[in-house]
């Protein structure tokens, strides 16, 4: 017997309500002929048991019909009340979609305040930056005091000790709130979104940026919790191979990567590389973000030569998605150089950086801070060869753009700092080479003095 539905109860009550009332008439009817009867006989003085006994079960099956006629209006009452509190539950859902929309809209504000407050940031550490070049200013013209009067030798220059390994400061990790993976992670572009199909949720770069600003402050004891909470409710929603799931897994690494947990984050790393091999493909934007996230794990533990392939995978996962001249690129070049660089393939990291640079110069410009930063771990590639030449260029240019940018065109009057030093020294040079001539000068007019006594005192005693 199937299960009726609620209006296909009402109907049917509605029939049975309607073939009561009709039963009900007609049984009125018939009680009405009886009684009509028995009055009759009784006038003629008739036996009137039957007609008792028929009228008495017409008056029972009368009660029954009210009866049934009180339970069906009961039901329909019933249905109405349910018909009721239904459009009450409708007014309910419409009520927390609404708050859910507003739910999202402050969550949009608050990133967009957090994204101010990191713009905010940044202009804090730029003034301190450049509070620091001041004082170092000051510092050099202390120094250049202390010269004048007191001029010291030139100290030998420190050796770096080259059985430490370069740190791998990568530049930017791929967090997925930005590619969506501008995590920097690199971002992700829209050429590479619209090919990929999927695209990080609002909700997930918003916990993403919440996450960060914890693990910044080293509230990891809120980071964590909230990681694992967003993921339980995603695997609950979605199930465990889900693109979503993915990104959580993504982002709860890079935490446990800041707190030293390596293990932790590599085994959150490889979950996450499968889901998204799986579910997106093995050329997808994300999947290149993973990897990279993955071989930068491996090169805090100094796991080089495991973390090279990775890093060479999402390299060509780029290449294809981006172009081989978008700067993601430039970027995933310069992580592959640091990690030859570690390994003393100094061939492949004088490529690679070469190869960045040019990208960084044609797509971002000169004063781009890229540049500059791929200048300079070019320049310390070189030498660690022992091409100082080369690696004082590279100084010479970093330093002199960086100070046209702060102070303007290099002119006799405004020089960078390379600049005064060398000019310091060829003083000192100078000043020594002046010295010594005068003491030169000054001891052969002594001997000449001397001669001449010698030769006085010779005649006077013959």
């Known amino acids: 017997m199937t299960a009726l539905t609620q209006e296909e109860i009402v109907s049917n009550t509605k029939t049975v309500v309607q073939g009561l009332d009709t039963l009900k008439n007609e049984h009125h009817q018939v009680l009405n002929s009886l009684l009509s009867s028995m009055k009759t006989i009784q006038q003629e003085h ?43 539950k409708q007014k309910l859902r419409a009520q927390v979609r609404r708050l859910c929309q507003e739910n999202a809209w402050l969550r949009d504000e608050l990133a967009n305040t957090q994204q101010k407050l990191q713009k905010s940031e940044q202009k804090v550490a730029t003034l301190e930056e450049s509070n620091k070049h001041l004082e170092f200013m000051k510092e050099m013209k202390k120094y250049d005091d202390d010269s004048q009067t007191t001029p010291e030798e030139p100290k030998p220059q420190e050796q770096v000790p ?38 990080i949720p609002a909700r997930l770069r918003t916990l993403h940026n919440l996450v960060i600003q914890y ?30 799931v993915a990104t959580m897994l993504n982002i709860l690494a890079l ?14 790393l490889n979950d996450a590389l499968g889901i998204r091999e799986k579910t997106l493909g093995p050329d997808h934007p994300a999947v290149a973000a993973t990897l990279n996230n993955l071989a930068v794990l491996y090169g805090k533990r100094g796991k080089y030569k495991e973390a090279e392939p990775l890093c060479k995978r999402a390299l060509i996962i780029r290449e294809k998605v981006l172009g081989k001249d978008h700067p993601d690129v430039a970027k995933q070049l310069n992580n592959l150089a640091l990690l030859c660089q570690n390994q003393g393939k100094y061939e492949e990291v004088e490529l690679y950086y070469k190869r960045a640079l040019e990208i960084y110069v044609n797509k971002l410009g000169q004063d781009d801070p890229n540049v500059a930063k791929t200048k300079n771990n070019l320049a310390s590639a070189y030498l660690k060869q022992g091409k100082y030449k080369q690696a004082e260029t590279l100084y010479k240019e970093v330093l002199t753009r960086a100070h046209e940018k702060e102070f303007g065109k290099v002119d006799g009057d405004n020089k960078p700092i390379w600049m005064q030093a060398e000019e310091r020294e060829e003083n000192k040079v100078s000043e020594l080479s002046s010295v010594d001539d005068g003491i030169v000068d000054s001891n052969i007019a002594y001997c000449d003095h001397s001669l001449d006594s010698y030769a006085a005192s010779l005649k006077m005693a013959s």
């Open 255 to 268: 935490v446990y990567r800041d707190q030293g947990k390596y293990k932790e984050a590599a085994n959150l």
């Open 162 to 199: 080259q059985s430490l390994p370069l740190d791998l400061g990568f530049t930017e990790d791929d967090d997925d709130s930005q590619s969506a993976e501008v995590l920097s992670p690199s971002q992700q572009s829209g050429v590479a979104s619209a090919a990929s199909g999927y695209e």
């Open 46 to 88: 008739g036996d009137t048991n039957l007609m008792e006994e028929k009228t008495g079960i017409l008056k029972k099956s009368l009660e029954m019909i009210e009866l049934g006629l009180s339970e069906a209006q009961v039901m329909m009452a019933l249905a109405s009340h349910l018909q009721h509190v239904e459009a009450e």
């Open 215 to 244: 693990a910044s402050q080293g509230r990891y004891e809120v980071a964590v919790p909230l990681c694992k909470q967003a993921l339980e409710d995603l695997e609950k929603t979605s199930g465990h191979d889900h693109p979503d």
